[in-house]
């Protein structure tokens, strides 16, 4: 199993978020390198624009993968997102993968001000096969390939606008999934699929990776060409006092996630449907300290690890071993004292193995 983590802290549940300013950036991804991690994701979920940190990373790193996980599609035209992928790929020398993600049509439209043009499956499908032309042409501009769509098009380059050739043309693509749709589309079209942090591993194993098999077998090719990523949902800390205090801001985590109708699904196959009802309700109030009191101790345990950090490689193996190909940590975790440093080291090896 490859290790990644996230560059910069993805969600404000804590009080004590990361701030780093260029040479903070620079000196985490030196030390993320230098403690064996295989990957480097960035995320705009905190508000941070997912490319421009990879530049850094690019940079100050000679080994690690980068990644963005996951840049918001739609409200970036295939093209802005093909330069940049170009871009961090030339200049990062092979090491650079495109992920990417729908968001709701509530977050299209009323955060990002783009129109919602059709359902996102669809148009993902497009978006993919977009991307595919662009990068063909920038690569081989001597015999470009246009797309038609219905959602995209891309039927003009000229010279003056064209980027050179790359040394490594072929830019992965994973694309961010819960439903069967978003799988099928990953196993058919894309290099790997990002599973939700919602996801379960009863989830993954039940729903997501015969989809994504499905996908796969309709493409011709086997499900190990499919990169099965996740980011898990993970309550740690130095010590057991740490982390009880960490399972308070997860109970508040995992209530804004059931209450969110899009992911029921996954709740709904835990028996937990009713309750991500009530919890939508309550949501709509603002209701949300009275939401994670909600949260029932097995519903907590059930959509994270849990674990103080000295064992929570061992935790982490015995729940994902098996079933992905990538596991993405939080950037939380601690790694400013000697211990807390071998301590992850001795983490990212113990999941290496799995």
Known sequence: MRVGIALIESY??????????????????????ELGLDGIL???????????????VAEHTTRVRLSTGVAIAFPRAPLVIAQMAW?????????FTLGLGTQVKGHNERRYGVPWTGAPGPRMREYVACLRAIFQTFQHPEAPRWFEGTHYRFSMLPPVFSPEPIEHPHIPIQIAALNPYMSRLAGEACDGVFAHPVC????????????????????????????????????????????????????????????????HPVFELHGWQDLGMRLHALSLEGRWDDMAKLIPEAMAAEFATIAPL?????????????????????????LETDEERRQVRRLVETLQQA
Not at 42 to 48: D, R, V
Not at 90 to 95: D, F, K, N, V
Not at 219 to 246: C, K, Q, S, W, Y
């Open 87 to 95: 871009d961090l790929q030339r200049l990062s020398r092979g090491r």
């Open 310 to 334: 000295a064992e929570l490689g061992d935790a982490l193996r015995e729940k994902w071993g098996g079933l992905l190909t990538t596991l993405n940590l939080p950037t939380g975790l601690p």
């Open 200 to 263: 379960t591993p009863k989830y993954v194993r039940e729903v997501m990776l015969p989809t994504v098999a499905e996908g796969a077998r309709a493409a011709g090719r086997p499900l190990t060409d499919v990169e099965i990523v996740h980011a898990p949902i993970i309550v740690t800390g130095r010590n057991n006092a740490e982390v009880e205090e960490e399972k308070g801001l997860h109970r508040r985590r995992i209530a804004f996630y059931a209450s969110t109708r899009t992911y």
């Open 42 to 56: 960035s995320s705009e979920t905190a508000g941070h624009d997912p490319f421009f940190p990879l530049l850094i």
């Open 12 to 33: 404000r549940f804590s009080s004590d978020p990361v701030e780093l300013g260029i040479g903070g950036l620079a000196a985490r991804a030196r030390r993320i390198e």
